[in-house]
């Protein structure tokens, strides 16, 4: 196999910002040099606190947005999802994307401000964007995050 065939595996922590000893392991991994990236879930009451610490690694690895609609806060009021900032659980919300219940305005609304959340305490977009229990593949949810990559890539 020739160098140029030659493929890079990425090895990816998810969830930091989700509880302290998860993102104290998630350092230590980096340190260690044991994984290659890590994404952020920026609506968590210890992110700002946590990512202070790892900005500092964060040219070492590939640094990336964990979008989160499930089970957590959200990061204001969502008329619709989340009146009480209290996000559903994943059933309710693919029930609701699958039959396009969702309205994409407030779903980009939230994504937007977790990742101005990121940008503020990392001070530069995110590597990469995904989400907590993969609803960034989410009909209308997919919508909103195309929708925010093409809005901040220009």
Excluded at 13 to 33: C, M, R, S, T
Excluded at 122 to 132: A, E, K, S, Y
Aim: proline share 6%; glycine share 6%.
């Amino acid at each position: 196999m020739s160098n140029s065939a030659v493929k890079q595996l990425i090895l990816c922590a998810d969830d930091f910002g989700i509880a302290p000893g998860v993102n104290k392991a998630i350092l230590e991994l980096i340190q260690a040099g044991r994984i290659n990236a890590t994404s952020c879930m920026t609506s968590m009451p210890d992110w700002s606190e946590d990512a202070a610490r790892l900005k500092p690694l964060a040219g070492r690895i590939q640094v990336g947005l964990h979008v989160t609609l499930t089970d957590q806060a959200s990061l204001a009021p969502m008329p619709k999802l989340a009146p009480d900032c209290q996000l559903p659980n994943m059933g309710k919300l693919l029930n609701l994307a699958i039959t396009r219940r969702l309205n994409q305005k407030e779903i980009f609304a939230e994504i937007l401000r977790q990742y101005d959340a990121f940008c503020k305490i990392m001070g530069n977009p995110p590597d990469f964007i995904d989400g907590h229990h993969h609803v960034h593949q989410f009909p209308v949810i997919r919508n909103a995050v195309i929708e925010l990559i093409k809005q901040k890539r220009n």
